[in-house]
């Protein structure tokens, strides 16, 4: 199954820990590069999540993070660092004396002290154990936009090859009138002096150029190139590689066809076809 590397999947869950969103962003890039995004209670998520993500993905740069909100309950369960705020108020004293004025430390500063204000302890294995499970829903729902679109570029990239082999048919076709006319050109060139050259090297030389001006070879590597295209696209796997290595043997055939064409219904096929496979290279940028 073809699988695009350009998605985005976002999920989110009440559960009794609190309020828990993933959101997942994929775009093409050569390899799996992951920037995971995790609060900071639950960073050691970190190399579960990223062991996730590469079982699951072949390719593509992915933008991963979580927000975690906790119950509203535990949020304003805050208890207050006695020993931490007596030291901070004999330390506020001693100041004071030392300079000789009265120690006025501020409420709001004072509550802005690290440490000073803590909330309760969370059962973090419980809200790592609801990340990972929301995790796998969420990229669930990823790998099937990926498999929808990729489906989508799938259909692009067939009818665009179908397309391709449709200009085969039209130079094959038309070859053979090519070289007879350039047969026939380079026959009324030579009339006059004809008599003067040896007619078996003459025959020889209009081989020789007919063979330079054949292009059933490149024909016929096109049709087996399009052919390999054709199976990569119902492979299972991933297969953009192989699909992006393909183009470029598509396009060297479609630029030697170009440059031996003494014909300009060959050169208009050759420049379609290389419009053809350029839009079937971009599409397959983005193919897992």
Known sequence: MIKSM???ARESDTAEVGDLTWEVRSVNHRFLEANVRL???LRALEPAVRERLGARLG????DCSLRFAPRAGEAGALSINHRLLEQLLQAADEIATRIGEPATPHVIDLMQW?????????????VGAAARALLERTLDTLVETRAREGERLRALILERCERLLQRVDEVRARMPEVLAGVRSRIADRLAEVREELDPGRLEQE????AQRLDVDEEMDRLSVHVAEVRKALDAQGPVGRRLDFLMQELNREANT???KSSDSAVTLAAVDMKVLIEQMREQVQNIE
């Open 206 to 209: 209009m081989a020789l150029l």
């Open 59 to 62: 390719r593509g740069k992915l």
């Open 6 to 8: 350009t998605a985005f």
């Open 257 to 259: 066809l170009s440059s």
């Open 39 to 41: 609060p900071e209670d």
């Open 114 to 126: 690290p440490g000073l204000l803590q909330e309760p302890e969370r059962d973090l294995d419980a």
